[in-house]
């Protein structure tokens, strides 16, 4: 599967909003959109991403005729092509997974993904993946320790890559994780995505929304999802929240 194209903006309000405008105007992708700096950039659960100049600001449009549960997984694909970008120009060995898409860098938060998602005019699914990537620097005052890329460069390295060329190379790694998970299925993916995800198994502090939960990380399902054992020994099933592991919330 060739990388998609990329549209490369000075400027723009969100690329995930940019990409949701084409979806609802009927394109289909797929298609990078990039941009240098975002005027209003937005996180999970409706937090204000910092757009800093020099970071990597990326969404893609892409149609799926999978069904909206299946087509969640496309997070753990962009997870995987995030780490691939960073093993490029960090020591492989920082560069770890954080339930279920936040890319570490000597463990502290350096990315972050974005999925929306909606009914395509034309059929099937559009989606809006959006990552961005601390490449050149992190913001302050988050509340778990950010890094950027430019603090963990391998020693042949001099300076983190410019946008164009982490944008080149995250589109290289996402198509080929892409091609894996549509040929032969969801189960490589979680394969490679544990290999490179540690604290799966044990304490763990889970915040969804209203509700707070305290207990074991027992691994994930078939699906991705978090298995949480709690005080009362059941069992639940975490697809999305905020998840600490081995400390209090």
């Known amino acids: 599967m060739p990388a998609a194209p990329i549209l490369l903006l ?15 105007a009927g394109e289909t992708g797929p298609l990078w959109i990039v941009a240098r700096r975002q005027s209003a950039g937005r996180g999970r659960r409706g937090r204000e991403w910092a757009s800093e100049g020099g970071n990597l600001f990326a969404t893609l449009l892409h149609v799926t005729h999978k069904p909206p549960a299946e087509a969640a997984q496309v997070t ?10 960073l093993d490029a120009w960090a020591p492989p060995s920082l560069v770890t997974i954080k339930w279920p898409n936040d890319v570490m860098l000597a463990g502290e938060k350096t990315s972050g993904v974005l999925v929306e998602s909606g009914a395509h005019d034309s059929g099937g699914l559009w989606l809006a993946v959006g990552i961005g990537v601390n490449l050149a620097q992190a913001p302050e005052g988050t509340e778990r320790p950010a890094t950027a890329l430019v603090h963990h460069l391998r020693g042949d390295v001099l300076t983190p890559p410019t946008v164009e060329a ?30 490179r995800t540690p604290g799966l198994e044990g304490p ?27 005080a009362d020994g059941s069992l639940r099933l975490i697809s999305a929240g905020d998840v600490f592991f081995g400390e209090a919330a």
């Open 166 to 195: 982490a944008a080149a190379l995250l589109a290289e790694a996402f198509a080929v994780w892409m091609d894996r998970w549509e040929t032969l299925g969801f189960q490589p993916i979680l394969d490679a995505w544990q290999a």
């Open 204 to 230: 763990a502090v889970a915040r969804l929304g209203r509700e707070t939960l305290e207990g074991r990380a027992e691994g994930v399902a078939p699906d991705g999802a978090l298995k949480l054992r709690l």
């Open 10 to 24: 000075e400027e723009t309000d969100s690329t995930n909003a940019d990409a949701r405008r084409r979806a609802e």
């Open 76 to 85: 753990f694909v962009a997870a995987l092509a995030i780490a691939d970008l």
